[in-house]
């Protein structure tokens, strides 16, 4: 079965410090994979989402970037996190159709990073 | 521009009874629909999903119903228990969109004793 890896579960870093979240992936292979993120008492923002190694579209345009280095492996980085990168940020992934293309089907969920910048 | 909305932030059910969660949306080309639960300091869970061509689709104690001429969903659990208690999000999607998910903010369902 697959499972959907997210670390670490809570960090607390001070202002103009660097950010590094990571996300794995099993039991599946070439998936979609995407970072959203949700403010305090807020919905689901999507921030980035990959459909392969090295393809990343960004959905908002702000201070952090994401990479995908594997294929199973998404990574969300800011070089200098500000005061409102504060929030809850998660990973989840999709399955693909046949010959790669999406289809109408769930996203899957990690447990979540909850980043407190001070 | 909102084209998912969840128009109701909190409801309250008594365990036991029917609790209906809300969802309307503005785009017509929207063809998939699906509910996710979400407990606190959690990632969201996939609960059931519907697609266009159907108007009702049923797991357990979970119901979502399609209205589309309404352009309208709901998410009926029966009968509501305490578990239950979390923030429910609808979510859409459409082909010509490229299948991305289009979320509601999300409805806070407290199940009181």
């Known amino acids: 079965s697959q499972t959907i890896h997210q670390w670490p579960a809570t960090l607390v870093q001070p202002v103009g410090s660097p950010l590094s979240l990571e996300c794995t992936v099993e039991g599946t292979s070439n998936p979609n994979l995407y970072w959203y993120r949700q403010a305090a008492g807020r919905g689901l923002q999507l921030l980035f989402y990959?459909?392969?190694?090295?393809?990343i579209s960004s959905e908002v345009p702000q201070n952090l970037s994401a990479s995908r280095p594997q294929d199973r492996q998404f990574i969300l980085s800011s070089k200098k996190l500000l005061l409102s990168d504060s929030g809850f940020y998660l990973c989840?992934?999709?399955?693909?159709?046949?010959?790669?293309?999406?289809?109408?089907?769930?996203?899957?969920f990690g447990n979540g990073t909850r980043l407190t910048v001070t | 521009d909102q084209q998912v909305k969840q128009n109701s932030p909190s409801l309250s059910v008594q365990e036991g009874r029917i609790s209906i969660l809300n969802c309307d949306y503005t785009n017509s080309m929207f063809d998939y629909f699906l509910w996710y639960k979400k407990y606190p300091a959690e990632g969201p869970t996939f609960l059931i999903s519907?697609?266009?061509i159907k108007d009702k689709n049923e797991d357990g104690r979970f119901t979502v119903f399609l209205n589309k001429s309404a352009k309208h969903l709901s998410l009926h659990i029966v009968p509501s228990q305490p578990g239950d208690s979390a923030v429910y999000f609808c979510a859409a999607s459409a082909q010509l969109g490229n299948y991305q998910l289009i979320w509601g903010a999300g409805t806070k369902l407290i199940i009181k004793p």
């Open positions: 519907i697609s266009s």
């Open positions: 990959s459909v392969g190694i090295g393809q």
């Open positions: 989840a992934w999709r399955a693909r159709g046949g010959h790669g293309r999406p289809y109408n089907s769930p996203l899957h």
